[in-house]
């Protein structure tokens, strides 16, 4: 029997969807829309980590003892996809600070649209840890298709992958080729143009986010 594709979850909360209307307005300036993707990165991680699993921990209150909760296990990586991908860190780093970090360096050959690495450093010990694999567009899914087997190939286990847009294309194809890792992205967007972009989408969000458009 062939696996199921992984779920997709679509956060749809209200300050997620108005921050995503204020990010594909064209005249958003850089700054602002800097901003904005590291609040919803905040947001969507939130969401992603909504079914960690805890356990219980026996602590002082300034009254007395108590039992408390605490997240269970080593704590988890973020691997954002270079170079857009940085732009979900800091906001989930607000939210995560004790998070290790690994970098995924790749760029989109502009004839073949497939991913070409050019850096990688991560830590040793990926499979004991949740790893949030960030990147703002989920389109050709060139790119996390390649993170994703990269860092599987360094022992990564438990991988969720977090956009900001998604068109079907890049749905599928992901789900083809990683089908146990699932997707978390803020809009399902109508499909991609000739030239690999979503549509409606934002553009080119990394260029946006470092005003090199």
């Not at 760029?107 to 960030?134: C, G, I, M, N, Q």
Request: aromatic share 6%.
């Amino acid at each position: 029997m062939q696996p199921q594709p992984a779920t997709v979850t679509v956060v749809d909360h209200p300050l997620v969807q108005h921050k995503l209307t204020l990010m594909r307005d064209r005249a958003r300036s850089t700054q602002g829309f800097r901003r904005l993707l590291n609040e919803i990165g905040m947001l969507i991680a939130y969401e992603v980590t909504r079914d960690l699993p805890l356990e219980p921990v026996t602590i002082e209150t300034p009254l007395q003892a108590m039992e408390g909760r605490q997240i269970q296990g080593k704590k988890l990586v973020l691997a954002p996809i270079l170079r857009a991908g940085v732009g979900f860190l800091d906001g989930m780093l607000s939210l995560l600070p004790s998070a290790r970090v690994a970098h995924v360096g790749l760029y989109r050959d502009p004839e073949t649209l497939e991913a070409v690495e050019y850096y990688f450093k991560a830590p040793s010990d990926l499979a004991d840890r949740t790893v949030l694999v960030l990147d703002p567009m989920l389109a050709t899914a060139n790119s996390a298709v390649a993170a994703l087997e990269r860092l599987k190939q360094r022992g990564a286990q438990d991988l969720r992958f977090v956009c900001l847009l998604a068109a079907p294309e890049g749905i599928a194809r992901l789900q083809a080729a990683h089908p146990d890792v699932p997707i978390w992205t803020a809009s399902i967007d109508s499909h991609l143009n000739d030239h690999g972009y979503i549509v409606p989408g934002l553009g080119d969000a990394g260029d946006r986010m470092y005003g090199t458009r």
